[in-house]
């Protein structure tokens, strides 16, 4: 079945640029969103079709694919992006919703 | 602005169904051409999809959960419902309802419900 591979945590020192990956087989087929969770709250979609960005999200998140990888990109980084991270995707093959395993981002 | 609240008991008996309510506010599950969907999250864990459903009752679910779920709608009261029939400790979870998108992304979500199976 399909697989969507998360590193299990990230961490970067504030104003640097945090990096998340998410890789698929063949990912590039798919259209990937992703979702940001703060401790004790519920996610909230942060990009969507790889690089657009709901209205009252920051510029500095942005999303970008090639070959069998989605990255979440995220310049300089605040305190207040702490939180995980999770991709997504839907897998025409096993008609499901997909959803990666979760990135820890650190602010150190 | 769209919001979304989910309601339920917060205890469920193993073999029991878990039954849930989600209540959309301000916009019109009838009026709007959008899917609904449930999604969970067990303690500690990562997200789970279980399924979808449009406001004219047209639902899709995760395959893994099929032979349990139950979506269904209400859209004279603005509200979607879930069944999760024959449960067990392992649906103990955060269950959050959300608005799809048009590409299966979600949002926004409400702010989730508990639900623990135990005896």
């Known amino acids: 079945s399909y697989v969507l591979t998360q590193p299990p945590s990230v961490s970067v020192a504030p104003g640097q640029t945090a990096m998340i990956t998410c890789g698929g087989n063949n990912i590039g087929s798919k259209s990937v969103h992703w979702y940001q969770q703060k401790p004790g709250q519920a996610p909230v979609l942060v990009i969507y079709?790889?690089?657009d960005r709901p209205s009252g999200i920051p510029e500095r998140f942005s999303g970008s694919k090639s070959g069998n990888t989605a990255t979440l990109t995220i310049s300089r980084v605040e305190a207040g992006d702490e939180a995980d991270y999770y991709c997504q995707v839907w897998d025409s093959s096993s008609a499901r919703v997909l959803f990666g395993g979760g990135t820890k981002l650190t602010v150190l | 602005q769209l919001q979304l609240r989910e309601s339920g008991p917060g205890l469920v008996k193993p073999s029991e169904t878990l039954s849930l309510t989600c209540t959309v506010s301000?916009?019109?599950?009838?009026?709007?051409?959008?899917?609904w969907g449930w999604i969970r999250q067990p303690p500690g864990k990562g997200l789970e999809w279980i399924g979808s459903?449009?406001?004219?009752?047209?639902?899709y679910y995760n395959p893994s959960l099929k032979s349990r779920v139950t979506i269904s709608v209400d859209t004279s009261k603005n509200q979607f419902f879930l069944k999760l029939s024959s449960v067990t400790a392992s649906d103990t979870a955060l269950y959050y309802c959300a608005r799809r998108g048009s590409s299966d992304w979600f949002d926004p979500w409400g702010q989730g419900t508990l639900v623990t199976v135990s005896s």
């Open positions: 301000t916009d019109s599950i009838r009026n709007s051409p959008y899917y």
């Open positions: 459903i449009y406001y004219s009752g047209s639902t």
């Open positions: 079709f790889e690089s």
